[in-house]
């Protein structure tokens, strides 16, 4: 039991790193590769969103190797299926980084039911299901959505291969992704932050995000 607690409080402990960054502001420090799929019903109206966060190698690791120490074999699973639900509450805070956009109007998200935290490789995968909180009809108009930890402490870019899944897109529809065009100022602006500096400007990852264009043709 003892060493249970020592394991949660060393997984809570980077759970801030991921989590906190609201607060401590950096050039990034952590890297998520993105896939995202979006769902939608037969009248072309968005559901919500299935996501898959790839974590980079460093950090996977570290988590990985405190899972595995964190008791018998046995339990492996369990522990895995616990902090894939500790990841989830915190990140329920600040809307799982997502901000979704449709007639102008920012969206609101529902409560995230189905999550699982995977091993893949050396590299850890958290996968969950964001609803919205009302379905969009999409012919009305498109939907945007960008992810991104507000600091840039975190970087968090579409996946090269099958960052975006189209699969559960309905007849007539598009995804689009437009990379952020980005000046030499914003970056050196970013790469001098240490972990201990906040940046002047409180969205700058945003200009470091991609944005996704949602549409569909009537």
């Not at 590769?33 to 190698?57: C, H, T």
């Not at 046995?74 to 809307?95: F, G, H, M, P």
């Given at each position: 039991?003892?060493?249970?607690?020592?394991?949660?409080?060393?997984?809570?402990?980077?759970?801030?790193?991921?989590?906190t960054a609201t607060k401590?502001?950096?050039?990034?420090?952590?890297?998520?590769?993105?896939?995202?799929?979006?769902?939608?019903?037969?009248?072309?109206?968005?559901?919500?969103?299935?996501?898959?966060?790839?974590?980079?190698?460093?950090?996977?690791?570290?988590?990985?190797?405190?899972?595995?120490?964190?008791?018998?074999?046995?339990?492996?699973?369990?522990?895995?299926?616990?902090?894939?639900?500790?990841?989830?509450?915190?990140?329920?805070?600040?809307?799982?980084?997502t901000q979704g956009y449709?007639?102008?109007?920012?969206?609101?998200?529902?409560?995230?039911?189905?999550?699982?935290?995977?091993?893949?490789?050396?590299?850890?995968?958290?996968?969950?299901?964001?609803?919205?909180?009302?379905?969009?009809?999409?012919?009305?108009?498109?939907?945007?959505?960008?992810?991104?930890?507000?600091?840039?402490?975190?970087?968090?870019?579409?996946?090269?291969?099958?960052?975006?899944?189209?699969?559960?897109?309905?007849?007539?529809?598009?995804?689009?992704?437009?990379?952020?065009?980005?000046?030499?100022?914003?970056?050196?602006?970013?790469?001098?932050?240490?972990?201990?500096?906040?940046?002047?400007?409180?969205?700058?990852?945003?200009?470091?995000?991609?944005?996704?264009?949602?549409?569909?043709?009537?």
């Amino acid at each position: 039991m003892r060493r249970y607690r020592m394991l949660k409080d060393v997984l809570l402990i980077l759970l801030l790193l991921l989590i906190t960054a609201t607060k401590v502001n950096a050039h990034p420090h952590v890297w998520i590769d993105l896939r995202i799929k979006p769902v939608m019903n037969e009248q072309s109206a968005l559901l919500g969103l299935e996501q898959a966060w790839r974590f980079d190698p460093f950090y996977s690791l570290v988590l990985i190797e405190e899972l595995e120490k964190g008791g018998v074999a046995a339990e492996l699973e369990e522990r895995y299926d616990q902090l894939a639900w500790e990841i989830v509450k915190n990140l329920n805070s600040v809307n799982f980084f997502t901000q979704g956009y449709f007639l102008q109007a920012a969206s609101q998200w529902g409560q995230v039911t189905e999550a699982t935290l995977l091993r893949r490789g050396q590299r850890l995968e958290l996968r969950f299901y964001l609803p919205l909180a009302q379905p969009l009809l999409l012919k009305d108009s498109s939907f945007n959505y960008q992810i991104y930890d507000p600091t840039y402490y975190i970087e968090m870019l579409h996946a090269t291969e099958a960052g975006l899944d189209k699969t559960g897109l309905t007849a007539g529809c598009q995804l689009e992704l437009k990379a952020p065009t980005l000046s030499s100022n914003l970056i050196e602006q970013a790469l001098a932050l240490d972990k201990t500096e906040t940046s002047e400007d409180p969205e700058l990852g945003k200009h470091f995000a991609e944005q996704v264009t949602l549409g569909c043709l009537e």
